[in-house]
Structures are given as structure tokens and as C-alpha cells.
């Protein structure tokens, strides 16, 4: 049985007519739940907050909107693990992995991931709310976070919120508030970023360490983008076959001798190839023979499902686009999903470049939606009239200087407790797996982090907790995770 206990009240309730919609800068209110995980009881708090973020003057310049969960049968934290989240964008509300993959509820949809009405929200019977506390936070003007006009009305300057380091800046800032409010300096502490949110907490990783002398245990790192790596050129090019592969094995156009391979069994066949033959062949450029030009495009053809017409129409670098386009153009009349190729659309005419529309952004958004304002205002009670922006105006985002996974390097090399956690979707065509996996290369150039790195992938896309198969896995090897990285750091942070 749920239920709940409104502890504090300085929130808007628009009674007044034509009343102006006001954000609420600090308070909180508190609910109590319960949820059934792993077939146990764990009972929790739920605290909807507003915590500010000052200016150098003490001045409140933006309010920053989260939800903190933490288990209410533990006497003493100071050992329990504190899992801090953040989605991407940039501009994207902390929505995703709160109510479809962490949080103890989560939205109603097929064990595939497809909506379904009416719209609502079920628990979660694969939180990791078992083994640590989670809070799920809105960057500045996403979900109900807001910028803050001083006395006279004005606004604040957006550059020191809408940009790659102004982001990590004030956001180290605000966690380490927002730790301090709580009393959880002793616990073993965790980011969890996906998309853009993975470019956010490498940087925050090392700013937490060198700006606040916070030391964190893991960073994970779900669907990352490119955390301010080069991938420009044949390394780009090269890198999408094998989501190219494992796309084209889920629709079943591959031929027969890889299409009876389990995917799993397949893609180290297309990973070895795309490093030790076709990455040299595109580096030479023009300079490729025509004869080793022609044994790439068939290559290409025959693990893309993609005809050798058309990879030869496009030098050997077919774009993204024109893949999700193409690859059920003649066989079946779909387009193929961005951020995750399970999902098929269907477009006007079949001809063409380009999707009409992202059909899993589309499947997404009607159905996170309904799901995110009826739990805020039904469950966790804040009524207001303040719009949950899932996607917020935060541009142009300065992109400039971007060198967020060189911070996580040097962040694991400084902190001898660091771990690192990666996790992918096969299916993702917006930050691909094999991207992931090359990331992970730049961050252990020197090869000594083996033993404090692991990479996840799973059956699905971008969002790959939406697939029930995939939510119950990754949320165990997060467990896993925070297990083995809490291991021995009652020994000391040492070499």
C-alpha cells in the first residue's frame, strides 16, 4: 500500500485570479512510500525539492528542481551509497532515467518499450533504491528548474549556465549543497549521466575532486556521447559499421551466414574487421586502390545490409541518415529509428534521404509525458501551473573547450577509488556502442584502468532500460557496479 505525508508547504497554488506562475526557489516537501524490489519491502522518502544556485554575492541567480528518494529503514547512512543523476540534451530534463529506469516508479509501457493507455506509472520492481539513495536533478530550465530575475526583474547572464563548463561549474557547486544539506559527506558517492548527461558528469567527476575536494567511488556513463573526443574522419566513419551490423540483424537483412549468428556472436566479427581492415582503407582516402576500394564496399554491403550500389554511391561513407532510410526502403517500406533502430516509421514516400521523423523520439514523448505531470502533481503533490519542461531553452550551448573525458581520466588517475561503468544499447544510432567502447580506450590510453572499467551492452537502443529484459540487467550490473567499486575503501585511496 502507498501513501503519503505533505510535510512542507511554500508552493504555488494559483488561487488568485490571473495570478503571475511563480517558481519556488528553496523548499521542499516530503511523501512516504513504499516499493517491492527483488521481492522485498523497501519503505522511502520522496523529497521534492527547490535548491538555489548564488552568484558570487550570495544572491539566488536560478533554482534548480530534483527528486531525491532515499530508503527510511536505515538508521545510519554514513556507508550507504548516494546515487547522483543526470540526463542530456543538453536541454533535456532528469525525466528519462527517473521514471523508466532507476527511480522506484516508472512509466507504463510494453516490455519493449512501446506506450500503451491510459498513460500512468507502476513500480519498479528493479530500482536500485535497495543498495543507494537516488537524486534526480533538473539543470537549469529543464523539468520545473528555472533562472532567477534579482530585485529590479532582470535575468541572469545565460552564458554562466549554457555551455559545456559553465554547466559542470555551478552544477559542482550545487551537488556539493546539495551533500552538505543532506549530511552525506561520508557516503559513497556515484554520478550516473546519459547523452549529453555522460559529457556532464566526466566533467563534474574531476571539479568535484579538484574545486570541492569531493572524491566520488563510480561514474556511469549511459549512451555517452563523445565527452569532448575526436571523432572526425575515417575513426567517425569506420566506427558505425558495427551499429550499422546490429541494426541489420534485428530487421533481418543480413545474409543467412550472419543472420543465424547470435547477435553477440556476430558483432566481435564486424569490430575486428572495422579496426584491422576497414579503418586503414578509408585513412589512405583517395589514395585506396580501386581493387582495395571494391573489397571494402562489398565488405561493407554484406555487414550493413546496405547494397554495394549504395555504398559506393556514397565513398564508402554512407551517413546515418541515409542508412535509417534506406536499409527497409525496398524490403519492407520502413524507416528505421535514431536513438533506437527497433523502432520503425513510415514514411509519405519512399524516396528520399532522410527519415520524415524520428518514430522513437515520437513513441517517447506521448507517452513520458502524461506520465512525468501526472507523478509530480498526483503522487508527489506539487500542483502548480509552472510547465515540466522536458526539453528546456538552453541554447546556444557554448560547446567550446570541451574536454570532459580528459577530466574523467585525470579524475580515475588522481582517485585510486574511481570506478568507471559504460553502458550501451546495440541499437543506438545516436551514440553507438562501438563509439562507446573507443571512448573508453581514450580514457585508459595507457591501459592501467582495466581493473576499474567494464562496459554493459544490451538488446535495445539509446534508452536501453525501456526493453523490461534490459531494465532488470542493467539495473544489476549497476548494483554490481556500485558493490565492486564500494569494495576496500575502508583500506585507504592508494596504489
Not at 522485498?40 to 558570487?56: R, S
Request: with cysteine; net charge negative; proline share 5%.
Amino acid at each position: 500500500m502507498r501513501y503519503s505525508v505533505f510535510v512542507l508547504f511554500a508552493l504555488l497554488l494559483n488561487t488568485a485570479f490571473a495570478q503571475k506562475v511563480q517558481v519556488p526557489v528553496d523548499t521542499t516537501m516530503i511523501s512516504k512510500h513504499s516499493v517491492s524490489i527483488k521481492g522485498k519491502t523497501i519503505p522511502y522518502t520522496a523529497e521534492l525539492g527547490f535548491q538555489p544556485v548564488w552568484d558570487k554575492s550570495g544572491n539566488p541567480v536560478a533554482t534548480l528542481n530534483y527528486t531525491y528518494y532515499s530508503r527510511s529503514d536505515i538508521a545510519d547512512n554514513q556507508t550507504r551509497p548516494l546515487l547522483i543523476s543526470f540526463n542530456g540534451g543538453p536541454g533535456s530534463a532528469s525525466v528519462w532515467m527517473h521514471i523508466a529506469y532507476t527511480g522506484p516508479r516508472i512509466l507504463k509501457i510494453t516490455d519493449e518499450g512501446y506506450p500503451v493507455q491510459p498513460y500512468g506509472i507502476k513500480d519498479n520492481p528493479n530500482s536500485v533504491l535497495d543498495v543507494a539513495d537516488v537524486v534526480f536533478v533538473n539543470p537549469v530550465n529543464t523539468g520545473y528548474s528555472r533562472m532567477i530575475p534579482n530585485a529590479e526583474g532582470k535575468m541572469p547572464e545565460r552564458e554562466q549556465f549554457f555551455g559545456v563548463n559553465a554547466d559542470i561549474s555551478y552544477l559542482a557547486d550545487w551537488v556539493n549543497t546539495f551533500v552538505t544539506r543532506h549530511n552525506r559527506w561520508r557516503s559513497p558517492k556515484f554520478l550516473i549521466g546519459e547523452s549529453y548527461g555522460t559529457t556532464r558528469v566526466s566533467g563534474l567527476a574531476n571539479a568535484l575532486q579538484q574545486k570541492r575536494w569531493m572524491y566520488l567511488n563510480g561514474v556511469i556513463l549511459v549512451s555517452p556521447t563523445e565527452i569532448g573526443f575526436e571523432f572526425e574522419g575515417p575513426v567517425e566513419i569506420a566506427n558505425r559499421l558495427p551499429y550499422f551490423a546490429a541494426t541489420a540483424w534485428y530487421h533481418n537483412a543480413l545474409p543467412p551466414d550472419l543472420q543465424n549468428k547470435d547477435l553477440t556472436e556476430m558483432l566481435p566479427e564486424v569490430e575486428a574487421y572495422t579496426v584491422n581492415e576497414l579503418l586503414p582503407v578509408l585513412a589512405k582516402g583517395g589514395y585506396a586502390s580501386a581493387a582495395e576500394k571494391e573489397v571494402v564496399a562489398e565488405k561493407i554491403a554484406y555487414y550493413s545490409g546496405l547494397s554495394v550500389r549504395t555504398v559506393k554511391q556514397n565513398n564508402l561513407a554512407v551517413p546515418f541518415n541515409y542508412f535509417w532510410k534506406d536499409l527497409l526502403r525496398d524490403s519492407k517500406g520502413f524507416t528505421v529509428g535514431r536513438l533506437d533502430s527497433r523502432y520503425r516509421g513510415l514514411d509519405i514516400a519512399d524516396a528520399g534521404t532522410t527519415p520524415d521523423y524520428n518514430s522513437e523520439l515520437t513513441s517517447w514523448l506521448h507517452s513520458f509525458t502524461p506520465a512525468i505531470n501526472y507523478y509530480m502533481r498526483e503522487e508527489l503533490g506539487f500542483k502548480t501551473d509552472l510547465t515540466y519542461d522536458l526539453f528546456g531553452d538552453v541554447h546556444p550551448w557554448d560547446r567550446s573547450n570541451n574536454h570532459a573525458g580528459a577530466d574523467l581520466r585525470e579524475a580515475m588517475a588522481i582517485n585510486p577509488n574511481l570506478h568507471l561503468l559504460v553502458q550501451s544499447g546495440y541499437y543506438d544510432g545516436a551514440c553507438t556502442y562501438f563509439n562507446a567502447k573507443y571512448i573508453m580506450g581514450q580514457i585508459n590510453i595507457n591501459g592501467k584502468f582495466d581493473d576499474r572499467m567494464d562496459f554493459k551492452g544490451y538488446r535495445s537502443g539509446h534508452m536501453m532500460y525501456l526493453r523490461a529484459e534490459d531494465l532488470k540487467a542493467a539495473n544489476e550490473d549497476l548494483r554490481l557496479f556500485i558493490e565492486k567499486a564500494s569494495q576496500g575503501i575502508d583500506q585507504g585511496a592508494k596504489y
